[in-house]
């Protein structure tokens, strides 16, 4: 068994009582997985897992208080204090079925054979303060080559869990890795069993990936045919061309660059992955053999709720995207009533993530106009902060009159009420100095 000694890697005091408390009973115990590679990469890691030659009964013994996490599987989660950490037994597991659960597991004392049945390389490392760094597959050697590579056969490994293939895509975007060559062509084989995991794991993965430092490592997913089962939009989006002087880029390899020049939040990274989706279906092109793509943020609202809703993304995340996409190209007029009708329109939740959008669909142009357009962009900036600090009203949340004001002034209830206030509403983004309850009662009372 290939382990390092001299390694040492820091445990947290818990983690260190719960492997010395096994070991004190008779038994193996190391840190195991992403957590050793997170360590040896100077990362702080976000928790800790361990594994153990105890069964799960024999671990519930030694200490006060288990939760039964995933007992069938040799998962119990030990509580110190109201920290909880997954203790696994040893395992080999069983054939695969549905690309994605072993039909059974079978317990062993053997540390190879556990680790033999892990994803990538990187992931397969156990450590302990006893016996230093197990790495029986070279991990440490594919962190050094900076290279994701699947423990022994990838195939196996592939058909064993397809979601490892978005898997391989999301760690070499998290980690600016290259992903080794047969573990590449075993995913080019079986992207198509994908079909087989569920939306919301593909969800998770997706969104980590473009979450990731390098969220155009998506063009992996592209090229290994895993984008062609889990998001085929994006695929047309890659093979439409955008001959426009506006443009450098495909529609896709466009996308990819924007995501790039967008901060790594989920509804900024994933309004980029979606704020073109429509253009592959609304190309034209002009007698001058230019391609204009008229009506895609509309058509492209509409796709990315379509495939959102297939993702099962909340609604919360859809209808922020959604709004940057609808409205990623819309032409704000550069004044101060100009730029309160937008707010309106576009809604006060939903305007602050615009700007960033609107900023990395430039950076990610051709150099076409780019400072007059740039120029534009700053000084909608600064009319949009202005507003702001001006407290204008652009909603009826901050209109000086109510719907009991008006029915208080002699109006009856009903819907004519939602009528007149949004009319007064449109009085007052024209003019702020309009927005006092008296003034505001007079027009409806003249109106009505």
Not at 55 to 63: N, T
Not at 126 to 148: C, M, P, Q, S, V
Not at 246 to 251: D, E, G, N, Q, R
Not at 260 to 269: E, F
Request: aromatic share 8%; with cysteine.
């Amino acid at each position: 068994m290939k382990g390092f000694k001299n390694m040492r890697i820091e445990l947290p005091e818990k983690v260190k009582q719960i492997i010395t408390t096994i070991q004190a009973a008779g038994f193996e115990a190391y840190a195991v997985g992403g957590c050793v590679r997170d360590s040896l990469l100077g990362r702080i890691p976000d928790d800790w897992d361990i594994t153990t030659s105890a069964k799960p009964e024999q671990i519930k013994a030694l200490f006060a208080r288990t939760i039964d996490t995933g007992i069938q599987h040799g998962t119990v989660t030990v509580m110190l204090d109201k920290e909880g950490f997954e203790v696994t037994t040893y395992r080999i597991d069983g054939k695969y079925e549905d690309s994605r659960h072993p039909k059974e597991v079978t317990f062993t004392a053997n540390l190879t054979e556990d680790l033999k049945r892990r994803d990538f390389t990187i992931n397969a490392m156990a450590y302990n303060e006893t016996e230093g760094l197990i790495d029986i597959f070279d991990g440490k050697g594919d962190i050094e080559r900076k290279l994701i590579r699947c423990v022994g056969e990838a195939r196996e490994r592939f058909k064993e869990d397809a979601l490892r293939m978005m898997r391989a895509v999301r760690f070499s975007a998290q980690l600016g890795y290259a992903i080794e060559e047969n573990t590449r062509a075993a995913m080019k084989e079986l992207a198509p069993t994908l079909k087989n995991i569920s939306a919301e794991r593909i969800q998770t993965e997706l969104v980590k990936l473009v979450t990731s430092p390098n969220p155009d490592y998506l063009k992996i997913a592209y090229e290994t045919g895993v984008t062609a089962v889990i998001l085929p939009e994006f695929d047309k989006m890659m093979e439409t061309e955008q001959k426009n002087p506006h443009h450098c880029y495909s529609v896709g390899e466009h996308t990819l660059c924007a995501m790039k020049h967008i901060k790594a939040d989920k509804v900024l990274r994933l309004s980029m992955l979606f704020h073109d989706i429509g253009k592959p279906d609304t190309l034209t092109i002009d007698e001058k053999g230019i391609y204009h793509f008229y009506g895609h943020p509309e058509l492209g609202k509409e796709m990315t709720r379509e495939v959102m809703r297939r993702l099962k993304f909340d609604n919360d995340t859809l209808y922020k995207v959604m709004k940057m996409v609808s409205f990623h190209d819309y032409n704000i007029s550069p004044t101060p009533k100009g730029m309160r009708r937008a707010i309106y329109k576009i809604g006060e939740d939903a305007m602050p993530f615009l700007f960033p959008v609107k900023q990395a669909d430039l950076d990610a142009q051709s150099d076409y106009q780019r400072e007059e357009k740039q120029n534009t962009l700053n000084n909608l900036k600064e009319i949009y902060e202005k507003v702001l600090a001006e407290k204008d009203c652009v909603s009826l949340k901050t209109l000086a009159v109510t719907g009991s004001d008006l029915i208080a002034a002699g109006m009856k209830p009903g819907k004519e009420i939602g009528e007149v206030l949004n009319r007064l509403l449109q009085l007052v983004i024209d003019d702020p100095e309009c927005n006092t309850k008296e003034f505001l009662l007079q027009q409806a009372m003249e109106n009505s």
